[in-house]
């Protein structure tokens, strides 16, 4: 019997849903396709053609057993032979090998249990009544990095009509990484330990049962050392097809044999499962505990967005880069350095979806304590209150505050996919022009955003780093600009590799600091000043 996990391929993944419970088995030759995790078709390649005695077969005409962990989406399939092709050829190399080539330190064995010991106490044994077993079962550890790394235990059943009253097992777990199986050495044999312990109880009770049903073959086994090899030549019926439910007298032997060798994968996965601890609290995290207390409508949540919105989010943000440096260079530019340094940006639609999709794309370039936003906005608000705003298309702006904002217009030109920006038409009715030095940082979410080769997974991780190297820069000015001594500001720009046209930049993200990490800031400084 092989126990295999398979797992789903990150571009195409089989979720199961008729299995309720954490970990639930379920045969798979059933009439409906069990639900299972992972890629293959195991009707096409469970394939087992080779004639077996009863002795050699676990599941007779059945496929296997399955079981599923949701949690890990990890299906654990135990079936005659392996499902892949290399598989197979790696098991049965590894099981000639264990019982019939590779070797351990010997074992000694008495008539009613198997037990190790050390050469000092070999002699005694011998001589009473412990008998020395020349084929010495045990562990050992063989392969190579062609045919995978083995820890095999061999061991040896109770069986009345076997010859020699034993017969050969052999656990043997499979790998192609060699570390791995010698770091967690003790937790796989210990795990065979109990396994081959219970099977052996099991063997005995039953291998006693038959002793008492047929006298000669209890005098044979008692006697079997001090007779000629042929003297009961005629009498003992051997039978070597006898499978391991007869053996152990347990119809359900492989069932629990499924769920330890399961058990015994599954937490070793779990033993070597890397853990990200956060342990001190980021800018983000803390801005949204105190979003969480004072209720700042929208911004909470921009900052509980899932994995497969942030992409979604940022697969339009890339869109609207495109877009508008197709349409003028100077647009996207002129964006990015609006949303770094704090002045606003106005979306004017009529669908109130289409802002939201606009503005939640534009606010992942920006700390959440530098995101005031309100997409359904029915009039203008000041930048002081709302530096992302959506409002309808009629919407009046005053004046006077034109020339310092950001207005883009969205368009429908034809029927709209739900949560798509795609069909909409831009246009820009109005930019603040600026004659200085654009800051690095609009450059470098620029260069990000126009470059076709940067996929989204990398694209996530690139501006969340970038925001967190100016949020640190961020916090560095803050706490020198409240120190009482003087210091020049200039220099500090200079150390943090930033130019003076990115000081703007720097004070917007202070602003975006959390209440509580400014405290803690100033309550240190005020601590440390002397008496």
Known sequence: MTCQPVRSSSNRKKKCHKLESSTSEESMDTSDSPQFYGDFDYHLEVIDEEERCAACSSFGSGLGLLSNDHEAETSYISTQVPMNERVYHLVRHACLRSLSVEISTPHFYDDDHASTTSDSRRN??????????????????????????????????????????????????????????????????????????????????????EQGQNID???????AAYLPQDFFKTKILFDTSRSLTIITDNNEIFHTLHRQMLYLLRTQVTLVRDMVLEGVPTQDMLVMMEIEKYGLEETDFVGSLSTDQTRHHLKNLKMIAKRLHEMNPTYLDALIWQMVIGSQVIVKSDDMSSRRQFLLALAYLLPIGCVRLASHANSYHHVFKYNLLGIPASTIIPA?????????SLHSSFVKCADSLESLKFVVECYPTRDHTTPKLVQRYSQLLLDSAVKDQVLETAISSTRTEWLN????????????????LNRVLQVVKCNQEDSPVLAFWQAGLSRRYKQVVLNTIKETLPS
């Open 124 to 209: 005694t044994l011998v001589n009473g009544n412990i008998k020395f077993d020349t084929e010495r079962d045990g562990v050992v550890l063989f392969g190579d990095d062609d045919n995978g790394y083995t820890l095999c235990h061999t061991f040896r059943l109770k069986d009345a009509k076997a010859r020699g009253f034993l017969r050969s097992y052999s656990l043997i777990i499979i790998t192609m990484d060699k570390l791995m199986l010698l770091n967690h050495y003790d937790f796989f044999l210990n795990g065979f330990v109990s396994i081959i312990s219970r099977l052996q109880e099991q063997a005995k009770k039953f291998f006693h049962i």
């Open 217 to 223: 073959l209890a005098t044979t086994v008692n006697r």
């Open 400 to 408: 006077e505050n034109l020339p310092e904002l950001f207005v883009i």
């Open 473 to 488: 820069r961020a916090k560095l000015m803050f706490q020198l600009s409240r120190q009482k001594e003087g210091i020049d």
